[in-house]
């Protein structure tokens, strides 16, 4: 039993191989950085971003498609995903651009931030 599923399992890497296509690697993400009004108002939310990448692993064309709310993260967003690095898309072994690339970036506040938040807010009241 397990030799057939060790080879089955082999055969499978095998083939993964021998297509040479693989999809677009993740290498250095920086998160985004949290803006300091929607921090001190406590505002969470996230944004989903299109992107494309060059052969090079580049990320070019960010694009905003959804953000809730709208508008408070976005450019934190797409500043962070601007700077992330790739290993490049390949097909047949070569090195391919990628388009219409998704990520969502979730902006939440750790509960340690948001009593900081709270206390800042009380302390500059009258």
Not at 12 to 40: E, F, H, K, N, S
Not at 96 to 103: E, F, K, L, M, V
Request: with cysteine; net charge neutral; glycine share 8%.
């Amino acid at each position: 039993m397990f030799k057939s599923l060790w080879f089955g399992l082999l055969w499978l890497g095998l083939l993964g191989c021998a297509t040479g296509t693989r999809p677009p690697v993740l290498l250095a993400a920086a998160g985004p950085i949290y803006p300091q009004y929607a921090r001190v108002q406590q505002i969470e939310g996230f944004v989903t971003l299109a992107y494309d990448l060059t052969v090079s692993g580049n990320v070019v064309n960010v694009r905003v498609i959804d953000s809730v709310p709208a508008g408070v993260f976005d450019s934190s967003a797409v500043e962070a995903v601007r700077d992330w690095r790739f290993l490049p898309m390949q097909h047949k072994g070569q090195s391919i651009a990628a388009t219409n690339q998704r990520s969502t970036l979730t902006f939440k506040l750790s509960a340690d931030e948001k009593d900081s938040a709270e206390e800042n807010r009380n302390h500059k009241a009258p």
